[in-house]
């Protein structure tokens, strides 16, 4: 998932730029790790925060983060929830 130049983050107070969460990266984020991981019976995304330097194209608009980078697509694993809303259940 790319993220462009916006910042992903909306705050009222004032800018806040999302950075790396790779160790020792202060990078300007702009880009989400689209691994499949399960929570529980959901499955949703690490969604953790790269930099362009940290995070490694996985396909077609997906980008891993550096702990998931030398890992292969979890293909077992179905599309995240989030994607299947239009199923979803009522809450
Ligand atoms: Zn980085
Ligand atoms: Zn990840």
New binding site residues.
Partial sequence: MKLGDFDAIVCNRGARVAR?Q?AC?R?K?TILCDYRVARGKRISTCDRR??R???KPAGLDRDFC?RHAHLPDPSGLPEPDEQLGLFGEAS
């Fill in positions: 790396c790779t990266c990078a984020s790269s930099c330097r940290h995070a550096d």
